[in-house]
């Protein structure tokens, strides 16, 4: 019998993977530590989401105004990065997954620039 749905406890996992029509975000709590191509599968080291945390979501409403929201984005809206010096906005969110073992122990090694 699977009892993992019976845990009431406050949420211990730490990946979750944001993916839009042709991107992952693969996060490790509100830091993006990995982005990866889902048409080739391939990790993109220089994205600009890579090091940044989550600010929030970034919805649009069907009058096409965009608000910000400072929660954790949901399936239709975009994720928004927007502490750094330069604000970035993903495509809309199609799912919120929790990303398999082997895919977080594959993730590239983040490298300092500078």
């Known amino acids: 019998m699977d009892q993992s749905h019976d845990y009431s406890g406050p949420e211990r996992r730490r990946h979750r993977v944001f993916v839009t029509r042709n991107t992952e975000y693969h996060f490790r709590d509100d830091l993006c530590v990995a982005v990866r191509d889902r048409r080739t ?31 954790q984005p949901r399936v239709g809206e975009s994720l928004y990065f927007g502490e750094d010096e330069r ?16 895919v977080v122990g594959a993730y590239p090694e983040l490298r300092c620039t500078g």
């Open 87 to 102: 604000e970035l906005i993903t495509s809309a969110l199609t799912s919120v997954e929790r990303p398999e073992r082997q």
């Open 41 to 71: 599968g391939n990790w993109l080291p220089g994205h600009l989401a890579l090091r940044r945390k989550l600010t929030g979501g970034l919805r649009v409403n069907r009058n096409g105004t965009a608000l910000p929201t400072w929660e």
